[in-house]
Nanobody, 123 residues
Framework: QVQLVESGGGLVQAGDSLRLSCAASGRTFSAYAMGWFRQAPGKDREFVATISWNGDITYYGDSVKGRCTISRDNAKNTVTLQMNSLQPEDTAVYYC????????????????WGQGTQVTVSS
């Protein structure tokens, strides 16, 4: 089992930046690829970013590419998502997820999920 706890969400204005963090506990963090997803009201959960177990491979969703950076610190069991130039359409609950395999943008590939952190961007 892996427990994931997200933090760093909040209310910001368009153009601002936010840094989301996900703290993991349980089994060996470095054994897992990590991902960030988001879900806006009335919409399906959407892929944001993923990173391989050692950080060498990253993928980003088209809607955030060029504005977000995912990184991880295996010594601290954390994964972060730096988001820049936020827009109202970025408003969503952001979820951290872990999977015991390669980095993936498929939601169903992930085994463990956090409870999410709300990001609200005002115009």
């Amino acid at each position: 089992q892996v427990q994931l706890v997200e933090s760093g969400g909040g209310l910001v204005q368009a153009g601002d930046s936010l840094r989301l963090s996900c703290a993991a506990s349980g089994r060996t963090f470095s054994a897992y690829a990590m991902g960030w997803f988001r879900q806006a009201p009335g919409k399906d959960r959407e892929f944001v970013a993923t990173i391989s177990w050692n950080g060498d491979i990253t993928y980003y969703g088209d809607s955030v590419k060029g504005r977000c950076t995912i990184s991880r610190d295996n010594a601290k069991n954390t994964v972060t998502l730096q988001m820049n130039s936020l827009q109202p359409e970025d408003t969503a609950v952001y979820y951290c997820a872990a999977r015991g395999g390669s980095a993936s943008y498929y939601i169903r590939a992930y085994d463990y999920w956090g409870q999410g952190t709300q990001v609200t961007v005002s115009s």
